[in-house]
């Protein structure tokens, strides 16, 4: 099983970002896709992770999308189990409360890997200080 981890910047006002949350739990869900996404309305870091074939497509529309620029790629491994049991996403609302969101991205992190844990909790906590 694959699981790839990215950053990219938003081209979007919060409706675009509102479809793109929304595409992204529809194809996952069809292709067997689980991870994470967070978003805070301007900067997207996402886990995917499943099927080779299908994690790799996915990846190939995210980066077809105008609505995504200054795509990284911070982490391709192969991995024996899936570190995000449940497909789940992590959306903050411009004046959402920081601490709130914080504690919703530890808990829907609590069972990743130490690496992935923290590369969530630390890009929340940036992006909150932001």
Request: overall charge neutral; some cysteine.
């Amino acid at each position: 099983m694959l699981q790839l981890i990215y950053v990219s910047t938003a081209r979007a006002n919060d409706a675009d970002c509102a479809a793109i949350l929304a595409t992204s739990r529809e194809n996952n869900g069809r292709d067997g896709i689980t991870g994470l996404l967070y978003s805070d309305g301007k900067r997207f870091l996402q886990a995917l992770e499943g099927p080779e074939d299908r994690v790799e497509a996915a990846l190939a529309r995210i980066q077809a999308d105008p609505r995504h620029r200054a795509i990284v790629l911070l982490s391709r491994r192969t991995v024996d189990h899936r570190d995000f049991g449940d497909w789940a996403m992590a959306h903050r609302l411009p004046g959402a409360d920081g601490d709130l969101f914080l504690a919703r991205v530890a808990q829907l992190v609590a069972q990743a890997s130490p690496d992935v844990r923290a590369t969530f909790e630390g890009f929340a906590e940036a992006r909150r200080a932001a």
